[in-house]
């Protein structure tokens, strides 16, 4: 299991199936990548370092990056990860897709206040916002 870098605490993969090291609803940053000096990356080696953070840690680095929220949710106002619907949302950067009235209608539900909002339909497989 991964382990958070920023707590210490581990946590389920967010996919067993892949070769990044990232915690479920958390982030995995290439350590190694992050930053450049002159527009010049050196990777002489090729491998990544990976730090990994878990959900919580992401929220504590949300909560004192204020721009970064703001961006964040410009990038994608649907929300960030996935979570299950039939559950109170983990945080406000969850979202869920739930069935609509007809056979090929879904509604994409995104995580505001604590609380499921709607945030589109789904028709056809086209997303159409609320």
């Given at each position: 299991?991964?382990?958070?870098?920023?707590?210490?605490?581990?946590?389920?993969?967010?996919?067993?199936?892949?070769?990044?090291?990232?915690?479920?609803?958390?982030?995995?940053?290439?350590?190694?990548?992050?930053?450049?000096?002159?527009?010049?990356?050196?990777?002489?080696d090729?491998?990544?370092e990976?730090?990994?953070?878990?959900?919580?840690?992401?929220?504590?680095?949300?909560?004192?990056?204020?721009?970064?929220?703001s961006?964040?949710?410009?990038?994608?106002?649907?929300?960030?990860?996935?979570?299950?619907?039939?559950?109170?949302?983990?945080?406000?950067y969850?979202?869920?897709?739930?069935?609509?009235?007809?056979?090929?209608?879904?509604?994409?539900?995104?995580?505001?206040?604590?609380?499921?909002?709607?945030?589109?339909?789904?028709?056809?497989?086209?997303l159409e916002?609320?």
């Open positions: 299991m991964p382990i958070c870098k920023a707590c210490g605490q581990d946590g389920p993969p967010a996919d067993k199936y892949s070769d990044t090291p990232l915690l479920a609803g958390g982030w995995a940053l290439p350590i190694n990548r992050l930053g450049y000096y002159n527009g010049f990356d050196d990777d002489l090729g491998e990544l990976w730090v990994e953070i878990c959900h919580d840690c992401v929220l504590r680095v949300l909560d004192v990056l204020p721009g970064l929220k961006i964040l949710h410009q990038m994608s106002p649907g929300g960030l990860h996935p979570s299950d619907a039939s559950t109170p949302p983990c945080c406000d969850a979202w869920s897709v739930t069935r609509g009235t007809g056979a090929d209608d879904r509604v994409q539900l995104r995580a505001e206040g604590g609380k499921w909002v709607v945030h589109g339909r789904i028709i056809h497989g086209k916002i609320v």
